[in-house]
């Protein structure tokens, strides 16, 4: 039967990111510079303000040196100061409150451009101002947008040039364009770039998210594995072992009163001892028996012992070559593993007699337990699963969790048996000099 604590749920694979590629979710729907409460971004539009107020003042005074007596200075004037309030209050607007609508400061560009166009075809030295205007177009608005917008601007600040006293020029035609395709170009790389980038931080956040999630399952069933092993190798048997007891007391009560009264002594120390155990394992402590610095050895010599006084069976125990020092988690391994071996002989073997050995043999430590019970086959048991140490139908988890302890240990369980000719169970860790 498959035990309920090994039902794994199935690990939720990632899902690809819907849509196009992350390298070209570049917002073609959406602003290209789209970001709004990054420092870094908000120092730039700060830079950009500061720029074109700068060229706005340096433009205005050169018109008014050349020409503050005209009847167009008035409305020069007007224009100047109407965008010294119109760029600043568009970039707040974009960069300061970020739940504003898109088209807000869409409208927002669209007066600044506006305000600029008239002011250029009034005063042309104001036309490079357009090299700010063209940063925030392409930071506001999408690129099918925007270089339609940059070739306007560009067109505009070379009809300006020319119409500069002076004669015409090639640089005059040149130089803008290039200034303009260059900026676009960079920007609209860095653009890009940013894109993959949040994209890529997006899939690495959401792929950290899932591997937790998985770490977090994983932790669980590991637990819940843990906390059936214990059970079944402390309390299941300690009940098993009080139920035999106290069958046995009420058999002989009327007949035998003191050997009954002894039955239930025992079954009540080993309630008792049950108990302790049960508080150990849920806080994850080591079992008793190992407990206050006890070698393994003597918690072998002592589980014999006490399992040859309680259920009647004689129980040897036998030390093969020098100890060495175990790890902790091998040491309560190896206990768990022989109580839960001893615990299937008694209830399923009918044997009169089984031993314990513990060997060390140089690069592994291994533990038998033999008994000379009605054994079984292994092979027509499915290799063991859900059959005790001694042989027939057990509670279904004996073989399986001690398998599953040593796994953990990178250690082999063995089963030697064959009906009529009693068991032998094997565990097998292997020996570290780390």
Not at 35 to 50: C, E, F, I, Q, T
Not at 244 to 263: G, I, K, S, V
Not at 297 to 304: H, S, T
Request: net charge neutral; aromatic share 4%.
């Amino acid at each position: 039967m498959h035990h309920p604590f090994s039902q794994e749920p199935p690990v939720q694979q990632p899902r690809p990111t819907a849509g196009r590629p992350a390298a070209d979710r570049t917002g073609a729907g959406g602003a290209l510079g789209h970001d709004a409460g990054d420092p870094d971004a908000g120092r730039l539009a700060l830079l950009l303000d500061s720029a074109f107020l700068l060229l706005l003042a340096a433009a205005l005074s050169r018109y008014l040196t050349h020409h503050s007596g005209t009847a167009q200075a008035p409305w020069v004037i007007g224009l100047s100061a109407a965008l010294a309030v119109a760029q600043p209050a568009g970039s707040w607007l974009a960069h300061r409150r970020p739940t504003a609508p898109d088209r807000h400061r869409r409208w927002a560009l669209a007066l600044v451009v506006a305000l600029w166009v008239v002011l250029v075809l009034l005063a042309p030295s104001f036309a490079w101002c357009a090299v700010p205007l063209i940063y925030t177009g392409l930071r506001v608005l999408p690129a099918k947008a925007a270089i339609p917008l940059v070739g306007t601007l560009t067109l505009l600040v070379v009809t300006a040039e020319v119409r500069l006293p002076g004669g015409a020029d090639a640089t005059l035609v040149l130089l803008p364009a290039a200034v303009a395709g260059l900026a676009t170009g960079v920007f609209l790389f860095m653009a890009r770039q940013a894109a993959r980038q949040r994209a890529l931080i997006a899939d690495l956040v959401r792929t950290r998210r899932e591997l937790a999630a998985t770490e977090r399952r994983e932790g669980t069933l590991a637990e819940r594995e843990r906390l059936a092993m214990e059970i079944h190798d402390t309390l299941a048997q300690g009940l098993s072992s009080q139920q035999m007891l106290l069958q046995a007391a009420e058999r002989t009560w009327d007949t035998h009163p003191a050997t009954a009264r002894t039955h239930v002594r025992t079954a009540a120390s080993v309630a008792a001892r049950n108990l302790a155990e049960a508080r150990r394992f849920v806080h994850d402590l080591a079992p008793a028996e190992l407990s206050d610095g006890r070698t393994l050895d003597r918690a072998l010599r002592a589980l014999a012992e006490r399992e040859s006084a309680e259920s009647g069976l004689p129980v040897r125990f036998h030390l093969d070559g020098a100890p060495v020092p175990l790890p902790a988690a091998a040491q309560a391994a190896l206990l768990r593993i022989a109580q839960g071996a001893l615990a299937n002989v008694r209830e399923h073997a009918g044997a009169s007699t089984a031993a314990i050995t513990l060997s060390f043999l140089g690069d592994q430590a291994v533990l038998d337990i033999a008994d000379d019970g009605q054994g079984f086959d292994p092979g027509a048991a499915g290799g063991g699963a859900g059959v005790g140490a001694g042989g027939g139908g057990g509670r279904g988890y004996g073989l399986p969790a001690m398998r599953a302890r040593l796994r953990q240990l990178g250690g082999r369980l063995t089963v030697e048996s064959a009906p009529g000719e009693g068991t032998v169970v094997s565990a097998a860790i292997p020996l570290d000099d780390r």
